[in-house]
């Protein structure tokens, strides 16, 4: 009874829709690894979700495909103060450091700026919990590229009296104890945290981890900001360290724009692929298939938006590059070439992929894109110092590594920060 609307080589797409908080977003629905799954776009950025999803069927209400759990029904809200507000399905991880509607007394003052004291508030953007800073009667987050206010919020309030501690990441890990202000879509916790700019100014933020990299995202003059060094807050008679994974959080090197890990496998909502050019180099046990593929594999971003990996032919050899605005971008002859006709990186064998820094061993599992008089090309990418990620073709060069990509009209050769695809 479910409307189709459309089929891809994995099999037909319906209508679909995840549920997240107060938040419900439309997208198609389709089998991945065996389990019903709704792709969606959110935020810049591909979003996949297996749990709380819905399908459109004709002749009764929207129920939820087989196998997959119906969502869970939302809570009654409470009203009592300063406990958890119902209507944010996270609470803040912490007995002492909790949670409470607007104008509760003893709350905690995370900033300053200036004579003014920020108080840490949380609010709800595009159906995701950020957590922020209170200026005036609105509480100030950074999403996207941009500085958002909303009077709709909560603030953290210190219920015990126990003592606040703003301690940086000690042993590279996340304490217990630090207060949880919400989750992304796709389960991504955020953490409430704060970063000292150099004029002396506090500003409160939310605190995720990227790359095994936690950083923390603050607004200031309407804009987003982004900076790995930053304080994280917990209760101090609490304060103890859990069992996370390392992370690096001593490098002094600021990072200004941050955006979702690439992702190997994910698979891209597009129309019907064309006919593919040709398939003559190879790529291990994945496939290259024709542009528009939905099983595209995402090999960088920037800005929040995902880079699928493609090839295509310049002087009758295949380069690979990433995909932008349905273009092929390369880097060749010192310039940034764009190509219409091209053919996209897939696994449908859903075979492990990783990316990894190159090496003599790695080399022989590497991906090939293509082959020229220097060489095979392989495929690999560049990690910016503004933490974009950019993919493009690998030379090997004796005991080297040269790995180019087109930047903004420029053929960009670098040997450091680079990677290359390997099927293990």
């Given amino acids: 009874k479910a409307p189709i609307s459309g089929n891809s080589r994995y099999g037909k797409l319906y209508v679909g829709r995840h549920k997240y908080g107060r938040s419900t977003q439309p997208g198609r629905l389709m089998q991945h690894q065996g389990k019903p799954t709704v792709f969606y776009g959110y935020g810049g950025a591909e979003k996949l979700a297996k749990t709380n999803i819905e399908m459109l069927v004709v002749g009764r209400q929207s129920a939820p495909p087989a196998t997959v759990p119906a969502p869970t029904p ?109 989750k992304d879509v796709d389960g991504t916790i955020y953490y409430v945290g704060r970063v000292t700019r150099r004029d002396g100014s506090k500003h409160p933020g939310k605190v995720s981890e990227y790359r095994n990299q936690y950083t923390c995202e603050y607004g200031y003059g309407g804009r987003k900001y982004t900076d790995n060094q930053f304080e994280i807050l917990v209760s101090q008679q609490k304060q103890t360290q859990g069992t996370g994974s390392t992370r690096n959080t001593t490098t002094s090197t600021r990072r200004t724009t941050t955006s979702t890990p690439p992702r190997n496998t994910t698979p891209r909502n597009t129309s019907t692929p064309p006919r593919s050019n040709s398939n003559n180099s190879s790529a291990g046990e994945l496939v290259w298939a024709p542009k528009g593929d939905s099983g595209a594999m995402i090999g960088g971003n920037a800005k929040g938006s995902d880079f699928e990996i493609c090839r295509c032919k310049y002087r009758e050899v295949y380069h690979s590059g990433k995909v932008i605005d349905g273009k092929c971008h390369i880097g060749r002859n010192r310039k940034e070439i764009t190509k219409d006709d091209y053919e996209v990186l897939t696994n449908p064998r859903g075979l492990t992929t990783k990316w990894v820094k190159p090496s003599r061993s790695q080399i022989k599992k590497a991906v090939v894109a293509g082959t020229s008089r220097y060489g095979k090309f392989y495929v690999a990418r560049h990690t910016r110092s503004n933490g974009s990620i950019h993919p493009g073709r690998a030379l090997v060069n004796g005991s080297k590594v040269k790995v180019f990509y087109g930047f903004f009209g420029k053929e960009i050769g670098t040997t450091n920060n680079i990677e290359i695809l390997i099927v293990e």
């Avoid at 700026?113 to 009667?137: A, P, T, W």
């Avoid at 126990?162 to 590279?172: I, P």
Wanted: some cysteine.
């Fill in 74 to 182: 939302t809570p009654t809200p409470t009203t009592n103060t300063p406990k958890e507000v119902a209507k944010y399905p996270v609470s803040s991880g912490n007995s002492d450091l909790v949670w409470a509607p607007k104008g509760t007394r003893s709350a905690v003052v995370g900033g300053v700026e200036g004579r003014n004291k920020l108080v840490v508030c949380r609010c709800i953007h595009n159906g995701v919990q950020y957590s922020g800073k209170v200026v005036g009667n609105n509480c100030n987050v950074a999403s996207g590229s941009k500085e958002f206010y909303t009077s709709d919020f909560e603030i953290l309030v210190n219920k015990t009296g126990v003592n606040e501690l703003w301690t940086t990441l000690k042993n590279n890990r996340m304490p217990r104890e630090a207060v949880r202000a919400g």
